[in-house]
């Protein structure tokens, strides 16, 4: 039988720049994950509150169990946990052209 652990979960918003960024890295390192959406107003996310103990975002729930509040704590958590792949590098470039071509385009608009 196989028995596969559980999928990172990350709280967060479309519209979060941060939660952006990690889900940029998470898809960098290759890393499978559930990406749960949560209110736009802090005072509705009680669900994320009583799963997490954080009304901020973005919130990663390792697939170990391990609830990481905030960006930064994320971001290490996670290259502290994940092997880089091979492919990471080119992930990053392609981003970076993408995010150069959007402010191009915002700028020329």
Same mark, same amino acid.
Not at 64 to 76: F, H, N
Not at 84 to 99: I, Q, S
């Given at each position: 039988m196989d028995v596969r652990p559980p999928l990172p979960r990350l709280y967060q918003t479309e519209w979060c720049p941060a939660s952006h960024r990690v889900r940029q890295h998470l898809t960098e390192l290759d890393v499978a994950f559930v990406a749960e959406p949560v209110p736009a107003e802090r005072e509705e996310r009680i669900a994320l509150? *009583?799963?997490?103990?954080?009304?901020?975002?973005?919130?990663?729930?390792?697939?170990?169990?391990?609830?990481?509040?905030?960006?930064? *704590?994320?971001?290490?958590?996670?290259?502290?946990?994940?092997?880089?792949?091979?492919?990471?590098?080119?992930?990053?470039?392609?981003?970076?052209?993408?995010?150069?071509?959007?402010?191009?385009?915002?700028?020329? *608009?």
């Open positions: 509150l *009583a799963e997490t103990g954080a009304d901020t975002i973005p919130v990663l729930v390792g697939a170990d169990g391990a609830v990481l509040v905030g960006e930064d *704590a994320i971001l290490d958590y996670l290259d502290h946990t994940y092997d880089e792949p091979a492919g990471a590098a080119t992930h990053r470039l392609r981003a970076e052209r993408a995010r150069r071509r959007q402010l191009e385009e915002a700028h020329a *608009a």
